[in-house]
């Protein structure tokens, strides 16, 4: 109970402090505030519905329209028509009361002269002193007889009459113009409500089967996405199909026959460089060993030993001092 107290206290604190905001605000304020809001709500509905939805929730709506329009169209026809029946029935009994009118005041004019010129006739054969003794003119007129003022009265009557009855025919032939007018467009409206509708019948199927295209797009285009979303989300040893396998594997393959290639390519320049260095050093050495070197002499050194040998016979004495053993030769 208190929590209803309460929340019924905080209910009615927030709608005094918003009415009292928009009376501050102002109406064209709160006007743009209701519209700015009712804009995005529609907009967030917007989002959660899809295009197929919203497509067959219009062709509904118009399939349902087509009928109302034309009944709406068809009922104000039938009024119409009814109505100008009924002006055209007005328009002949007016038009047919004119006409009696204007008969019945040609034969009042034709009787009134015909008395008036008796009664001048009579009045100049009678002496001024029998005047008592003249006839009285009068005017037989739709079984009633008229004196002459009284025909002259009904003669002001009855074209008023006719005037009344023309004028009520024109005003009903302006009428009938207007509403002519309206029935020929009411027909043409209501002819065009019922071609479109047929045609709308013979395309509704037609249409059926794009709003179906659509949505088997949306889904393909959501399978797609998640395919695409789960192959960038799983490792390089993971996959969800056949085709997945092999454009991993043959994505494997070429960075691996790239990286050998790379690694051959380096490995030959290497080998062409070892080569070219060995060549260099042999040829370098080869020069170094066949340069001319120039003899140091000889150096012959005498020992002491070698002078106190015992001297030879007198007759080999030039030959002993030429032998190889008298004396020891260190080459430096």
Same mark, same amino acid.
């Given at each position: 109970? =208190?929590?209803?107290?309460? *929340? ?31 804009? +995005?709500?529609? =907009? ?14 219009? *062709? ?15 009922? /104000?026809?039938? &009024? ?37 010129? *008796?009664? +001048? ?9 029998? /005047? ?11 079984? #009633? !007889? ?12 009855? #074209? ?14 302006? /009428?009938?113009?207007?509403? +002519?007018?309206? #029935? ?11 071609? &479109?509708? @047929? $045609?709308? $019948? %013979?395309? *509704? ?29 799983? @490792? ?7 085709? $997945? ?18 690694? @051959?390519?380096? !490995?030959?320049?290497?080998?062409? &460089? ?23 002499? %000889? ?5 002491? &030993? ?19 053993? +008298? ?6």
């Amino acid at each position: 109970m =208190c929590f209803v107290k309460g *929340l019924v206290r905080y209910g009615l604190i927030a709608g005094l402090v918003a009415g009292a905001g928009l009376v501050i605000a102002g109406p064209d304020r709160a006007l743009a505030l209701v519209t700015q809001t009712r804009d +995005s709500i529609n =907009c967030q509905i917007d989002k959660h519905v899809k295009d197929p939805v919203a497509l067959r929730a219009q *062709l509904r709506k118009l399939e349902a329209q087509y009928p109302a329009r034309i009944a709406d169209v068809r009922g /104000d026809l039938a &009024e119409l028509r009814t109505q100008i029946s009924q002006l055209n029935r007005d328009h002949d009994v007016n038009q047919r009361a004119m006409e009696l009118a204007s008969a019945d005041l040609t034969s009042l004019k034709g009787m009134l002269a015909k008395a008036e010129s *008796l009664r +001048s006739t009579t009045n100049g054969m009678l002496t001024s002193g029998n /005047d008592s003794s003249a006839p009285v003119f009068a005017v037989r007129f739709a079984g #009633e !007889t008229l004196g002459i003022d009284q025909a002259y009265a009904k003669v002001n009557t009855v #074209e008023q009459h006719a005037a009344a009855f023309g004028q009520r025919v024109s005003d009903i032939d302006r /009428d009938l113009g207007y509403l +002519s007018q309206q #029935e020929g467009r009411l027909s043409t409206l209501l002819d065009q409500l019922e071609t &479109e509708q @047929s $045609q709308f $019948q %013979s395309q *509704l199927w037609q249409l059926d089967r794009q709003v179906d295209a659509i949505a088997r797009n949306d889904r393909m285009i959501d399978m797609m996405s998640k395919r695409q979303a789960t192959i960038d989300k799983h @490792s390089r040893y993971r996959a969800e199909s056949l085709d $997945q396998v092999n454009a991993r594997v043959s994505d494997i393959r070429a960075r691996q026959e790239a990286q050998l290639e790379a690694l @051959s390519r380096t !490995t030959t320049e290497n080998g062409y &460089e070892n080569r070219a260095r060995i060549d260099l050093d042999a040829r370098a050495g080869a020069v170094r060993f066949t340069a001319p070197v120039k003899a140091k002499p %000889s150096v012959i050194e005498v020992k002491p &030993e070698d002078v106190k040998t015992p001297p030879a016979s007198s007759g080999n004495s030039a030959n002993s001092g030429a032998s190889p053993s +008298s004396f020891a030769l260190n080459g430096h």
